[in-house]
Structures are given as C-alpha cells and as structure tokens.
C-alpha cells in the first residue's frame, strides 16, 4: 500500500521543475512520439492550475472582459497551441499508438495535484495579501518555466525526428509521409510555444 502524497504546492512545483529539466541531460534520448503523446497533457494540467491561482485586482481602465474571462492569458494560449496539436495527431498514422512519455505523465499529474490542492483550500473571500499575491506570482512563474522546459525538450526531440531518414519497406511510405508532414507541423507549433512559455 503506498503512503498519501503530502507534498505541498511549492514541493509539487519544485518536483515538476526538477523532472523537466532532467529531460534535458541527454536528448539524445528523447522519444519524439512519446513526448508528443503527453506534452498536450502538461499544457493543459498548467492551464488549469494557472486559471485558479490568486491575481491582483484589475487595475481601473483595464478591459472588464478580460478581467471577467479569469483566465491567464499565456496559459490559454498555450493551451489553445497543445489542443490544436493533440488535434492534429489523434488518431493519425504517426505517432500512432505509442505510450506517453511516463516522466511527462507524472509532471502534469503532480500539476493536477496541486490544482486541487489550492481549489480545496483556497477561498475568494480571502483577503489579497501581499504574501499571497506574492506566493501565487511564484508559484505561476515556476509552472510556465516548467512549460517552457517542457516545450523545448519536446522541440528539440521532434527537430532531431525531422533529421533522421525513416528506412523501411515502401508499404511504410505513406506513414512516413505522414510522419514527415506531422514533425514539421508540429515543430512549427512548438517554436511558438516555446517563445510564448519564455
């Protein structure tokens, strides 16, 4: 039987930072498929916890509806950028079938995790103190660097996927046709993800 997770939102975050950067020690490694399968779910899991972290009040003269949408501006467009990939690529011949990349599965579940953490404890009532906002601002820089890290690992995979030539009988050509045109879309969507996140 496994013991309760009872880390804190700050551990939780630390933990994603500290596994998105492990990505990065040899990406040589890095399996392009497979990290395609699970960037969508990342992306969203930061998009929900960045939704319901506390902001400040919106200043006078700001635009009311962007102030009612209570949404982050860069996680919904990041969001929007991981949909429109998950899109594209479900159910397509490449990357097919093939299992997400487990470390990027448990990133956006410790995100999740601390989603519902502050959605259980946190309170609208509660006053906007300068701690807080300050926790919320951290807490919101650490999930997009995290995204970042996230987005340029997967980037970089996908690039080095371009190079390298598909062998294989020529009943395979239409999926590596499909493939080719999958990777290029796909780098395209992730180069601008990857400035958004920055």
Do not use: F
Not at 122 to 145: F, I, K, M, S
């Amino acid at each position: 039987m496994t013991s309760p997770d009872r880390r804190s939102v700050g551990e939780l975050l630390a933990d994603c930072d500290r596994a998105t950067r492990e990505l990065l020690h040899d990406p040589l490694d890095l399996n392009s498929a497979a990290l395609i399968q699970a960037w969508p779910e990342v992306v969203q899991a930061a998009h929900d916890l960045l939704d319901i972290l506390p902001t400040p009040p919106t200043p006078p003269g700001r635009s009311p509806q962007v102030a009612a949408a209570g949404s982050d501006v860069t996680g919904e467009r990041l969001h929007l950028i991981s949909a429109a990939v998950h899109n594209r690529l479900h159910g397509a011949p490449w990357p097919g079938t093939c299992p997400a990349d487990e470390r990027l599965v448990a990133v956006a579940d410790d995100l999740v995790r601390a989603h519902d953490l502050i959605h259980r404890r946190w309170r609208d009532t509660a006053p906007l103190t300068p701690e807080v906002l300050a926790d919320a601002a951290a807490a919101r820089t650490r999930v997009l660097h995290s995204v970042y890290v996230t987005t340029h690992a997967v980037r970089l995979a996908v690039t080095r996927a371009l190079q390298d030539k598909p062998s294989g009988p020529r009943s395979r050509a239409r999926v590596a046709i499909h493939r080719s045109a999958a990777l290029r879309d796909t780098a395209a969507r992730l180069d601008t993800a990857e400035r958004i996140a920055g």
